[in-house]
């Protein structure tokens, strides 16, 4: 059994300070449109939405440019628990690695967003 974790702590007063003129393109650069829905543009949703992106990216071990942005997608399940989706390299990634469960948890007070990003799973035989 392999586990892996990753957390991230964001500012979120960071999100509030994008230049509104440039804050369109980099929402659609980060978050997925889903995403984009769900958060309403709440810099506090937002943040913490950007911390479990984050987490995920040091679970993997790949950083963020190894896996974009769009690749790791938090959506909000039936009970309003963060549920985690993902594509492209980070789906990539978690297959070689033998990760096929994920939980993230994420939090926020004051200023800060948290997210905590945890991945079970059988080791891969792949090299």
């Known amino acids: 059994m392999i586990i892996r974790t990753g957390i991230d702590l964001v500012e979120i007063h960071r999100l509030e300070q994008i230049d ?30 950007f911390a479990v992106k984050e987490a995920v990216v040091k679970a993997l071990g790949t950083g963020i440019g190894v896996v974009s942005w769009r690749d790791v997608e938090t959506i909000t399940g039936p009970w309003g628990e963060p549920i985690l989706h993902l594509y492209g ?8 690695l033998g990760l096929t469960d994920w939980s993230v948890s994420i939090t926020d007070s004051g200023d800060l967003a948290a997210a905590v990003a945890v991945a079970v799973g059988t ?4 090299t």
């Open 20 to 49: 509104p003129k440039i804050r369109k393109r980099f929402l659609e650069r980060v978050f997925t449109i889903q995403e984009i829905k769900e958060c309403k543009d709440s810099n506090q949703a937002l943040s913490g939405r």
């Open 89 to 96: 390299k980070a789906r990539q990634y978690a297959d070689l």
């Open 123 to 126: 080791e891969s035989q792949k």
